[in-house]
């Protein structure tokens, strides 16, 4: 039975079970966890903030002080690959493939760094949530397609995500064990958290969430004074980072702030589909019913859950920082996990009591893996990583564009992506790029069109285009994510004869 189900807000001092027990638990499904992160890592395209990473991984020091600890691990990557990262500059993304950056490189440290959050959140969680619970979190994560997506991207997000829940984690247990050595280790974690990926500070509204509904319910908070220290001093850290970061790199900043964000339905849906509608559902049902025997911890977890995402969109409000992303709110993936959890495990419990049996207790979560594994699978497959197949629509126009054809398209504007799979910076410039029908009559050369099919924000990208152009390939992904699909047009000027495919 999990130990906390009819206990007080008390450390948990015993072991339920025998620590070997839980420990070859959690190897295998460590071991499940770094087989689905490193299969396929080096199959799927890479996606320009993947680019965006490399390029800064490779210039450590000339980026904010609040960005460039989240570049390690990909620095690391290449580096273990035999990239030179002082040949690898903005200027030359054409030459990156001569020059050994790839895939795997590039994402190899975030995989590692993935595989491991599953043990040490595992470790870290133990005596929070109990063994089953913990064991049940672990499992969940491990074939998270969220979790599972980051893993195999080479962005910070798994870095913040595993140190912003270490510092979630150890703050409770603070509380609980009353234990100075936690104390410094959840500040530690917070500041680490931060340095990853800046969003991370908005773990101190889940503090002082926890810290105020104690002194509504008139709960004991159980910090020591070096808990409070440590807790003010990391959060006072950050805040004098971003300070400075935003007075010596402003123009970062309000480029930032000019780029197109999610609003806040889409950051409210993203809730529900990122963490998936069936964790949402078992969450908010295992808070119902856990909310009277563990109160704290369940209130807890349910601020973990929300309000970063609450913060969010309403920043989605505002100018300054107008620009937020579904992907910031993936800090608080874990809490969904644990409550989940907790719930699981409180019905694997109360199950095996009864006269069915083990197999039968433990057969809503073996439901909820299936579920999330056979996602899993679409993600491999036809999902193709849940990546924009960029790799394969250069290597069609790379086939067949002629002397003399260029190339244009519809990413960002330095169109780095282009660049590293055609290898040559011979690329229409993105100011360039046709968005009307008068500017592609205006074209005078013979133009490959590259773009995504589809806006999550606009729709239909330029549907004129079927009608004015050749349409030669599309690469689409069968995933509720259509406007992660590519198109490949071909557009002759007026007399001037069609390319045809070979």
């Not at 790379?398 to 282009?418: C, F, N, R, Y």
Request: glycine share 6%; proline share 5%; net charge positive.
């Amino acid at each position: 039975m999990n130990p906390l189900m009819n206990a007080p807000d008390t450390p948990d001092t015993g072991n339920p079970k025998p620590l070997k027990l839980f420990g070859l638990c959690l190897l295998l499904i460590t071991i499940l966890a770094g087989g689905m992160r490193l299969y396929n890592l080096s199959e799927y395209s890479f996606w320009e903030d993947e680019l965006y990473t490399v390029r800064s991984a490779s210039s450590q020091g000339n980026w904010q002080l609040s960005k460039q600890f989240g570049f390690i691990p990909t620095t690391l990557g290449l580096w273990a690959d035999g990239v030179e990262l002082s040949e690898i500059t903005w200027d030359n993304v054409d030459q990156w493939q001569a020059l050994g950056v790839r895939p795997f490189g590039a994402r190899i440290g975030s995989c590692l760094i993935g595989i491991l959050t599953i043990p040490l959140l595992g470790l870290a969680g133990r005596r929070l949530l109990g063994d089953r619970a913990t064991l049940i979190a672990a499992l969940l994560l491990t074939v998270s397609p969220w979790h599972l997506f980051w893993s195999q991207a080479a962005r910070f997000y798994t870095l913040q995500f595993l140190f912003y829940n270490l510092a979630l984690i150890w703050y409770l247990r603070t509380c609980r064990e009353r234990s100075n050595k936690l104390a410094v280790l959840a500040g530690l974690a917070l500041l680490l958290a931060y340095l990853s990926q800046p969003p991370a500070l908005l773990i101190s509204l889940v503090l002082a969430a926890d810290v105020i509904l104690c002194l509504i319910r008139r709960d004991p908070i159980r910090l020591r004074p070096i808990g409070w220290i440590a807790g003010i001093a990391a959060v006072v850290i950050c805040i004098g980072l971003h300070l400075y970061d935003s007075a010596h790199s402003a123009g970062d900043w309000e480029a930032w702030g000019k780029l197109q964000g999610h609003s806040w339905k889409v950051l409210a849906a993203s809730t529900v589909f990122r963490n998936g509608p069936v964790i949402v559902t078992l969450a908010v049902l295992s808070a119902i019913g856990l909310a009277r025997t563990q109160t704290r911890l369940t209130l807890y977890l349910i601020a973990g859950a929300t309000l970063p995402v609450i913060a969010l969109m309403a920043l989605s409000f505002t100018k300054q920082y107008g620009y937020v992303h579904e992907r910031y709110s993936f800090i608080v993936h874990y809490a969904w996990l644990a409550l989940a959890a907790l719930g699981l495990a409180a019905a694997w419990d109360a199950g095996s009591k009864q006269r069915y049996g083990a197999a039968l207790a433990g057969a809503t979560t073996a439901a909820i893996v299936v579920s999330m594994l056979w996602t899993d699978l679409a993600y491999y497959t036809h999902g193709h990583g849940n990546r924009r197949r960029w790799n394969e629509a250069f290597a069609y126009v790379a086939q067949h564009q002629k002397p003399g054809e260029d190339v244009a398209t519809l990413s960002s504007q330095s169109t780095p992506i282009a660049r590293y799979y055609l290898q040559t910076s011979d690329v229409m410039p993105y100011a360039d790029f046709p968005t009307s029908p008068e500017k592609l009559d205006a074209l005078t050369k013979p133009t490959w069109l590259v773009l995504p099919a589809v806006s999550a924000t606009r729709g239909e990208m330029f549907p004129w285009l079927n009608d004015r152009a050749d349409l030669k390939r599309y690469y689409d992904l069968r995933i509720l994510q259509p406007f992660a699909s590519i198109r490949v047009y071909y557009h002759a000027p007026q007399n001037t004869p069609h390319t045809t495919d070979q």
